[in-house]
Each structure stands twice: as C-alpha cells, then as structure tokens.
C-alpha cells in the first residue's frame, strides 16, 4: 500500500542567491603579479669627483644592486595591483670616500612592453660606516600600481639612475 502527504502551505522561495565578492586566489595573483628584473645596464654605478674625472683616484663609491623580490597585493580599489619590491645592493667606498651619508637613486619602472606605465626615482640613504669602506643596504618600495589591464609582458624594472 502507497501513502503520499500533501499539505496546504506552498513551499517557501528559495532564498535568492548571495552576491559574488569580488576577490582574487593565490594562485591567480602569482599569474598576474609582474615579474621583476634588474635592468642590466643600471645594475651598477661609481661616482667620481670632481664629476666626469673617470680615473681610479678619483672615485668616491661605486653601487651594485645584486638581488630582488616582488609580492603583490589587490588594491583597495579592485582595479589592479600593488606591487611590493625589495632590492638588495651594496655600496663601496673608492679612494675619495669618506664615511657618512650617500644618497642613491633608484629607478623603479613598470613597463609593458615599450610602454611605461610608472617610471619613479627614489632616492636611499646609505650610511657608509667610518670602521670601513663597505656597506650593503636595502632597498624597499611599496604600493607600486599596476593596472588591471596590463598584459602578460608588464615587467618592473629596477636600477641605478644616472
């Protein structure tokens, strides 16, 4: 023998559908995060005094940038990334140097092919101890934008500012 049940109240509606919250994976965000690399032709430097007196005696301090790391994050607006850059370097004194303050201008570009989208130099001071000629600093930078709509050659680049 079958039974059924019925009842006289309708079924309640579906509750509608929560909104989608914009967001982003990990593993998206490793695919959309630009890589970084040091621009080989500025990766190096020396000052000389007096200016444009390019012979060993009169060198102050050479730089050199040596490595990098790059993290990126979601920016607030949802309309692309912030990248996060650390850059490692080192800075020599020469035969002019004299302990104290330098100041070092770093170039922090995001490019899409020839195209730039953030060119900015930022200056860091490296103190240059008075026990001795060498020193290594590090370089940060945050907050660089990267747009959405950058493509899959966006790159940032890092170097030395002449």
């Given at each position: 023998?079958?039974?059924?049940?019925?009842?006289?109240?309708?079924?309640?509606?579906?509750?509608?559908?929560?909104?989608?919250?914009?967001?982003?994976?990990?593993t998206a965000?490793?695919?959309?995060?630009?890589?970084?690399?040091?621009?080989?032709?500025?990766?190096?430097?020396?000052?000389?005094?007096?200016?444009?007196?390019?012979?060993?005696?009169?060198?102050?301090?050479?730089?050199?940038?040596?490595?990098?790391?790059?993290?990126?994050?979601?920016?607030?607006?949802?309309?692309?990334?912030?990248?996060?850059?650390?850059?490692?370097g080192r800075?020599?004194?020469?035969?002019?140097?004299?302990?104290?303050?330098?100041?070092?201008?770093?170039?922090?570009?995001?490019?899409?092919?020839?195209?730039?989208?953030?060119?900015?130099?930022?200056?860091?001071?490296?103190?240059?101890?008075?026990?001795?000629?060498?020193?290594?600093?590090?370089?940060?930078?945050?907050?660089?934008?990267?747009?959405?709509?950058?493509?899959?050659?966006?790159?940032?680049?890092?170097?030395?500012?002449?």
């Amino acid at each position: 023998m079958l039974s059924a049940c019925s009842t006289s109240k309708p079924e309640p509606e579906p509750a509608p559908a929560l909104p989608v919250t914009p967001g982003m994976n990990l593993t998206a965000m490793m695919r959309l995060c630009p890589q970084a690399m040091l621009d080989d032709d500025d990766t190096f430097n020396r000052v000389y005094s007096p200016a444009g007196a390019e012979k060993p005696e009169n060198l102050v301090y050479q730089t050199s940038l040596t490595d990098f790391s790059r993290a990126c994050t979601v920016a607030p607006t949802q309309d692309g990334l912030l990248v996060q850059l650390s850059v490692a370097g080192r800075l020599v004194g020469g035969p002019k140097a004299r302990p104290g303050v330098y100041k070092v201008p770093v170039r922090v570009e995001v490019v899409s092919g020839s195209t730039a989208l953030y060119d900015q130099v930022i200056t860091k001071e490296v103190t240059l101890p008075a026990d001795g000629l060498s020193t290594q600093f590090l370089f940060e930078a945050s907050n660089i934008p990267v747009p959405v709509t950058a493509g899959e050659n966006t790159r940032v680049r890092v170097g030395i500012a002449k």
